[in-house]
């Protein structure tokens, strides 16, 4: 049996509810002539063999060529399965036949790559190429085997995270020159992939190698114009997302121009719950039912990186793999090679395989939950269906389109977002700042100026200034420049902003093996210490941390026990109470409250988990294992701040319900609107104080949607720009969903009324803090606060404050408890208050006396 048909009788046996159906139509072909350059000669030849004729090929593809043969740069945006790689591989095997340019292809996923690298040297070997003509690169590749592969192959395949780690280290190394002279193709695949983090870091990136390749071309006299060709899904305003992740201008071949066929598809709304264990529970459910059919392959879709692990370890099937990232090189490479075997019936992945896989056997595809963007969701529906019709089920509850304001086709036929890049973030900034002057450095540039020749944001001149070595700079970027220490290519990696990474290791002793990696913000939420910890479907115990700075490492060996564990997570968000924390002065106020876009510091900390219904604390676990120990994160970042002084929105119990709520719904609002990743934004209803009078106090009455990035992207901006228009789809959706609305229409009118209310106002609730005379402003002993310890946070609780003499200076530090050898020192400008359980005083160094600043106000808040 067909897993077609197996998946298809499951429909129709009444065990699932479908909620909606839709039929799509397929397409015939539409061609274009070639140009001619590609018609004749051996091109021509080699197109006859191939498919039979050389005369003509898709609308597209043909427009595409005929744009590239002029000097242009081309993105071409048509759907999936389109035939867009195909376009720059005819333009690069032609410089091969008739030039002596080379090309180097970038993809944003190694399974990408790995996917490609096999179609490219079948390619090169039937036009009588030999093998070394193409090469890739990517950390799996020996270092030897890197410098030789830029010498002697003509097309070079590469990940943006190798190019940032190696390549741009070395760039004025004669082999690196040398290639960079010679380049006549630059590509870019998947553009739509860089957005947000990753592709702001990316648009660096490039404009950091674009001035590379500029200056090796001028010292080696070449003359050889670059042409940049993207490719990509399709998107909002293309030629636009081009520039800005470059710098240049481009022209599109876009969706209206599309020839090419395609099969029909049946789409499904499935009702079932979305997330959690019911949701991964019936996911597991379903693959179980179409386990046992012998022909083609499925692929299932789930946001969770361990929701992978857990839903193919309960199907249990040899022949059904979980995929996502955090594996090692040859992990990935075994499962791609069975997928492209056939071996494999199904694959359950996260968004690492959403993205450009050639597999054509996919007939059935699922997805757990509403796909976070309509681009998401074309991407992963065009994995199915290549070769023969297929079928894609998103399952999700009843009403998870209507409480949106839409349906599920509504969503499907609606226009795709734009790839959001936010060049502005001053950290990202920073650590490519960083990066350029060593680059600036080796290529003979004045490292005191920006390097000309590209379109570079305005903001980012003065973050290159703070950047430089030796000057005083803000305290906000000392830990991203701790981060990047003297290696910045290698410790900033693309895919974070200004956080820690953590190479998984298997075994406590001796030299353990690596078999993964993970960033800080999932490591508290994934490998925290005491979890179990899933890998290839394999369960391990998190043993400890390792947070020196030459081993920042996690440590896991084989579970005894597979109970399984949930983190018991904390989270607190300080709001800043000046005027000069308001961004870009967005702040409204009345007689009830207040909205603004404000700067605000975000703490994250693992307690301990959960295994059932029994808690263990860590604060409870460390006197008998010393490894168990708190775990957290803490950043600087933008977001927006709702404070409703209202009765039915202030206070405990149903009023907390109340501001979950609306700031649930604000959220998933925005995430579906902005097509914004889950895990870049989140919210508080709770744990949520205003800076005043040096003490963080706690509000009942307000709600933030922030940024959860180092240094915010101001993702959360449009809340604030369009709030009535949020407002208004929030209230259609109520129309729609009725009882199963993400907020009831009563809620959304006390909104409205509520905004209405406010006008421009300032943001002032106490003044910062200015010690009298022969006074200082100190923490009060007992204050919960943080120390950074290898580029880690620890939680430390300060004793007493202490002048020492330094020389002709005093310093001011803090005696605290030190859980491993008894009581330390810190210096007061190297603590961190974290979290909301500290306070600052006014203390006299000569008489010891403290003083509450609030004493000495009206106390009123």
Known sequence: MRVKDAFDALCEGGKLTIVERIETKGRIEVTRPLPAAYSSGLMGDWLKAKFGQSDTAWNHQSLALEKIDSGANVVVATGTASGKSLIFQLAIMRELLEGDGVALVVYPLKALLSDQLSRWRELVSELGFPANTVAELHGDVRMDERQEALRTARIVV?????????FMRQVSAPVF??????????????????????GSNVAYLFRRFLIARRRAAKDRRSERPLQIVGATATIFCPVDHMNCLTGWDFEAVGEEDDGSPSYPRTLLHIDGPDMGGAGEGMLAEMVREIADADQDTFIAFHNSRQGVERVTRTVDKADILPYRSGYEGQDRLRIETQLRKGLLRGIVTTSALEVGIDISGFTVGMNLGVPQSKKAFRQRLGRVGRASEGVFAVIAPRHAFTQLGSSFK????????????????????FAHARCLMDESEQLGFNDAQIPPGIQWPKSFEKVYEAARPGIRRPKEFELIAQLGADSPHFNYPLRQVGEANYKLKEGSRGDPEQIGDIALNQAIREAYPGALYLHLKRPMKVREWKSSSYD???????AKSQAMTRPILHKSVNVGAGSDEVVSGRIMTGPSGLFAEVSLQVNEAVLGFQIGGKAFLYKELRSQDPTMTKKQREFGTTGIVLRIQEPWFAG??????????VADALKQMLLREKSIAPTDVDNAHSHIAFYQYGVPQRATDTIVVYDSIYGGLRLTEPLFEEFPDYLDRLERAADMAGGDALVPKEIVQKLKDWHAGLTDGT?????????????????EPGSLVSVRIGGTLVERELLEPRLFDFGDTKMLMYRYKNREDGDSWVPHDQVEATGQDWKQVFWNPKTGDYIDPESLNDGAF
Request: no cysteine; aromatic share 12%.
């Open 158 to 166: 590469v990940t943006p995270d190798l190019l940032q780690a190696w």
């Open 177 to 198: 020159k040398e290639f960079l002279a010679k380049l006549k193709y630059l590509v870019v695949d998947e553009a739509h992939v860089y957005e947000s983090v990753f």
């Open 410 to 429: 509504e969503y499907y036929e609606g226009s795709v977002e734009p790839s959001y890049l936010y060049l502005d973030n001053r950290f990202i900034q």
């Open 552 to 558: 920042r490492s996690i440590r896991l060996q084989d």
């Open 652 to 661: 405990s119990g149903q009023q907390a319900l109340v501001r979950r709520m």
């Open 763 to 779: 943001l002032s609730l106490g003044e910062q803090l200015t010690a009298p005379d022969g006074e200082l402003v100190v923490f």
